[in-house]
């Protein structure tokens, strides 16, 4: 099954995200896509590595987990439910609802914009 929205070697930035977030402006996420699996490595401020793994549906959204470990030493990881936008531009801006399944156990939201 091939997703509406295909992430294949696209990049992206973070714009805006919760103050319980880890991820900031310099925080460069590159997703792959194979069938309705996709993936991204990340890192850049106040991460120092950090990877994802998501299932898209048919119209892009995307069933998320991830991990990634700070500029701390520490480990964390989480789950993400993302929405696709298309922006006028054909870029893409993705739409995040996530919530930490270590840590405090928190939640929020972020946007990311695809980076050309």
Request: negative net charge.
């Amino acid at each position: 099954m091939a997703a509406a929205v295909n992430y294949h070697n696209r990049k992206f930035r973070s714009v805006s995200s919760s103050a319980n977030g880890e991820v900031g402006e310099e925080t460069i996420f590159h997703y792959q896509q194979t069938d309705e699996i996709v993936t991204a490595s990340y890192a850049g401020g106040n991460i120092r590595h950090g990877m994802l793994l998501a299932r898209a549906d048919s119209c892009g959204h995307l069933d998320m987990r991830y991990q990634q470990l700070n500029q701390h030493g520490t480990l964390m990881t989480g789950t993400c439910q993302t929405v696709p936008e298309v922006l006028p531009d054909g870029r893409l801006r993705l739409h995040e609802t996530w919530r930490w399944t270590s840590g405090d156990f928190s939640h929020g939201e972020s946007v990311v914009e695809e980076i050309l």
